[in-house]
């Protein structure tokens, strides 16, 4: 398996842009989480799904993110508008069974000017 | 209650020497605890993971101890070498909710 896959690796965009992250989770993890890390912060979860299914956005910080998990195999995470301080790395994480280890990707490195 | 703290923030060994990361939690609920490595540009990966129900867990050079008492574990790297300098991160998660709560990280450097 190619792991979790992430794109795009890299995000420049400017405030008031949408920007879309996208995911494709390893075959058969039937968990998918979205966190974001920066250095104030660390390693946040926004979002996780459980069979496609939203189960805990409480970690979104506002309106303007969203997540959609269509089918088994793609996510995507949105920022719409985008604001300088969503600047961070948003990785995205798939379990199976959700107890036996996150596998992560690369991560997307988003930059808000 | 749903933090996980954890020290040191940055940690400089000589190689051959041991690495030690603390990290300690509230919530009584939490009963998996794994810790990642993270090497720059590269996602967290699951390096070791230990159940409440054991004290101690050993792979290779790398052992987790756990004191349910104390609500503390902590990640011993033996042997440490200049490939293990990377940021580690201890997490949390309970059966209810299943997600991961991380702690803050530790940048450890080892030097030849």
Redesign the interface.
């Known amino acids: 398996d190619a792991g979790v896959i992430q794109s795009p690796r890299h995000e420049v965009t400017e405030m008031g842009q949408e920007v879309t992250l996208r995911c494709k989770p390893i075959s058969g993890h039937d968990y998918l989480f979205w966190y974001r890390q920066t250095m104030m912060r660390g390693l946040e979860l926004l979002i996780y799904f459980n069979n496609n299914v939203p189960i805990d956005d409480s970690g979104m910080p506002e309106d303007r993110f969203s997540a959609k998990m269509p089918n088994a195999s793609f996510s995507t995470l949105k920022i719409q508008p985008s604001e300088p301080r969503d600047s961070a790395v948003y990785f995205c994480a798939s379990s199976f069974f959700n107890r036996d280890g996150y596998t992560f990707g690369s991560g997307t490195r988003l930059t808000v000017v | 209650q749903q933090q996980v703290k954890q020290s040191p923030q940055s940690l400089i060994v000589q190689k051959g020497g041991i690495s030690i990361i603390n990290c300690a939690y509230e919530n009584t609920a939490f009963d998996?605890f794994?810790w990642y490595q993270q090497f720059p540009?590269?996602?967290?990966?699951?390096l070791i993971?230990i159940r409440p129900d054991v004290s101690e867990k050993k792979e290779g050079r790398f052992t987790i101890s756990f004191n349910k008492s104390a609500k503390q574990f902590s990640l011993h790297i033996m042997d440490s070498q200049p490939g293990d300098s990377a940021t580690y991160?201890c997490a949390a998660?309970m059966v209810i909710?299943?997600?991961?709560?991380?702690?803050?990280?530790t940048r450890l450097q080892v030097f030849p």
């Not at chain 2, 540009?41 to 699951?46: D, E, F, I, V």
């Not at chain 2, 909710?97 to 702690?103: A, Q």
Request: glycine share 20%.
């Open positions: 998996y794994p540009g590269k996602g967290p990966a699951l993971a991160f998660s909710t299943d997600k991961l709560i991380f702690g803050t990280g």
